[in-house]
């Protein structure tokens, strides 16, 4: 009785062993990735456009294609993949650029994230073309990666990814498969103010050959596509420098808190040299006090002689301006400039004064819309 309970137990044991190796081999035949050869460490350079003239409404239309497409050649940055069983043999991009926090969807109604290129209000949209055989896929490639056409699974996060699925056959069979691939580059507003500036050029979409299941294969097969830099210019009128001359005042001609009796101070300020073709539609303009404020819309004098006097400015109609507040400059879309007909007094607000010169700066800034 002691024998035939060993026998029993030994023949369990056996069917244990045959069951999982049958599921190791069926695994193994499944997807037995082999790697990818050639064509390692290339670059493929990309020629932006030299210099970009931005319109100004560039801003309020964004997101907005500032350049074309700029497309790459068609590369092939390594020779074969070889593999055995079922795989998808392809290739993974990642940007070495940082996201903006903007997107933009083009006429193709995909969505691409915009990277930084070096110049405030103006992003990077990235996109591939893959072929092989008569197949091919246009991606976008986002921040989030993690997307590929025909893939069996998804690549790994900040990848994007593109290939065919192909069966090898036995475990003892190779398959090759060649492929291409094309990086397309456009400089787009992204609705943030623009600063005149040159973009980043360099090496800017990082590539490597991939397999799935295998995952982002390593060198040789890196590679990389580069852009050369671009001249962002916007254009903008000219705000001419003024001198005011206010003049000698008697302290009678200012009560305290009440309007100056003085004659007020012509402050013509003027605005030149606007562009023309460039799509300004409204000028506002804003006046701020460099040495703060005195009492409600009195600017400060720059402490250097009289005290307890401020300088107020007037519309031509006689209204108190407000500092540090954008007003509409009455501007003519299409004409090369205006003037902005300001005029100043001074301005009482202390029961304490002292005489003496009473100097102050204020600095207009200038919005096109």
């Known amino acids: ?20 190796w049958l599921i190791s081999l069926t695994h193994s035949a499944w997807a037995q990735q082999i790697g990818c050869v050639g064509g390692g460490g290339l670059d493929y350079p990309v020629n932006m456009p030299t210099d970009v003239t931005i319109a100004i409404d560039a801003v309020s239309t964004a997101p907005k294609l500032l350049t074309p497409w700029m497309k ?63 197949f091919s896929f246009t991606l976008p490639v986002t921040s989030a990666g993690g997307t590929c056409s025909g893939c069996i699974g998804p690549p ?62 390593s060198s ?23 001198t005011v001359q206010m003049g000698t005042h008697a302290p009678k001609e200012m009560p305290k808190g009440s309007p100056s009796t003085m004659t007020p101070v012509p402050v013509p300020i003027s605005i030149t040299n606007c562009p023309t073709t460039f799509g300004v539609n409204q000028i506002k303009y804003s006046i701020s006090p460099t040495f703060g404020i005195a009492a409600t819309n009195v600017a400060a004098l720059d402490g250097s002689g009289a005290k307890g006097y401020g300088i107020q400015l007037y519309t031509s109609g006689g209204s108190v301006v407000p500092f540090n507040t954008l007003t509409d400059a009455g501007y003519v879309p299409g004409s090369s400039g205006l003037t902005i007909n300001l005029n100043a007094k001074y301005y009482r607000y202390s029961d304490t004064v002292s005489s003496g010169s009473a100097n102050s700066t204020m600095t207009v800034t200038v919005q096109y819309l």
């Open 72 to 134: 790459s050649i068609t590369a092939s940055p390594y020779t074969t993949c070889t593999y055995s069983g079922t795989v998808l043999s392809g290739y993974a991009v990642r940007p070495a650029l940082t996201a903006l926090d903007r997107t933009f969807t083009d006429s193709d109604r995909m969505t691409y994230t915009l990277w930084d290129i070096g110049v405030p209000g103006v992003g990077l949209a990235i996109g591939i073309y893959w072929t092989g055989y008569t």
């Open 156 to 217: 790994p996060s900040g990848w994007t990814g593109a290939g065919l699925i192909l069966t090898g056959g036995s475990s003892t069979s190779r398959a090759s498969e060649p492929q291409t691939i094309q990086a397309r580059f456009a400089l787009v507003a992204t609705g943030d103010p623009i600063t005149p500036g040159a973009t980043t050029g360099r090496a800017v979409l990082l590539g490597q050959s991939y397999l799935d299941p295998g995952g982002v294969q």
């Open 1 to 20: 009785m002691s024998s035939s309970f060993l026998k029993l137990h030994i023949g369990r044991l056996v069917r244990c062993i045959v069951l999982f």
């Open 220 to 242: 040789p097969s890196a590679f990389s596509f580069s852009i050369t830099s671009t001249n962002i210019h916007v254009p903008s009128c000219r705000v001419n420098p003024l």
